[in-house]
């Protein structure tokens, strides 16, 4: 079981938009809508931010957007805040025994 | 209030044995999956494997399976984590996490604090 692609580092100034990919095959991604984000800070444990591809848990901000096509999912941040920077992890739902499988991860930077 | 929380830090040495543990309270603790992830240091979430705690069905990712045993006791809504040796390279932060139903999409909705575990001769 592989993980999900994601790119190391994605940067972006106070205010703009940015936009995570995670790339995964028919077997995960691209088979199932059970693609869920994950928002780390350092020295914390994760946070669930976006299941179900676009939906947001009570109190995420909806600055916080995602969706999915073909066998990539993305996370979007709208007016991005200082304090959005973090570490940001895909996981999804996958046919295998295992059940799901993470994302390599992506670090945010706010510039 | 769901909440889950892990033991203690741990150091121990190489070829010793350990088994961390995951509390579950504020929900039905045989209803829900329990995963681990593991965290090296400076590195993404890796998945190790999950249970479901009402009839212990545990699936194992194929990088963990043989190298530790996830197990559950429903009677004390607690899940765990061991290893029969240890090795420096499972120095790690542990993590454990529900995995929520389908109205919130399988997602790992609740985590514990992690446990960090240190191998060292």
């Known amino acids: 079981q592989s993980a999900l692609t994601q790119p190391a580092s994605v940067s972006g100034s106070p205010g703009q938009s940015i936009t995570i990919s995670c790339t995964g095959t028919?077997?995960?991604?691209?088979?199932?809508?059970?693609v869920s984000w994950y928002q780390q800070h350092p020295g914390k444990a994760p946070k669930l931010m976006i299941y179900?591809?676009?939906n947001r848990p009570s109190g995420v901000p909806d600055r916080f957007s995602g969706s999915k096509s073909g066998n990539t999912a993305s996370l979007t941040i709208s007016g991005l805040q200082a304090e959005d920077e973090a570490d940001y992890y895909c996981?999804?739902?996958?046919?295998?025994?295992?059940?799901?499988?993470f994302g390599t991860g992506t670090k945010v930077t706010v510039l | 209030e769901v909440q889950l929380v892990q033991s203690g830090a741990e150091v121990k040495k190489p070829g010793e044995s350990l088994k961390i543990s995951c509390k579950g309270s504020g929900y039905s603790f045989t209803s829900y999956w329990i995963g681990w992830v593991r965290q090296m240091p400076g590195k993404g979430l890796e998945w190790m494997g999950i249970i479901y705690p009402g009839d212990s069905d545990t699936r194992y990712s194929p990088s963990f399976q043989g190298q530790v045993t996830i197990s559950a006791d429903k009677s004390i809504s607690t899940a765990y984590l061991q290893w029969s040796s240890l090795k420096a390279s499972d120095t790690a932060m542990y993590y454990c996490?529900?995995?929520?139903?389908?109205?919130?999409?399988?997602?790992?909705?609740?985590w514990g604090q992690g446990t960090l575990v240190t191998v060292s001769s």
């Open positions: 996981s999804s739902y996958t046919s295998s025994s295992t059940l799901g499988v």
């Open positions: 996490a529900r995995r929520g139903d389908i109205l919130t999409g399988y997602a790992f909705d609740y």
């Open positions: 179900e591809v676009s």
């Open positions: 028919s077997s995960d991604v691209g088979g199932y809508n059970y």
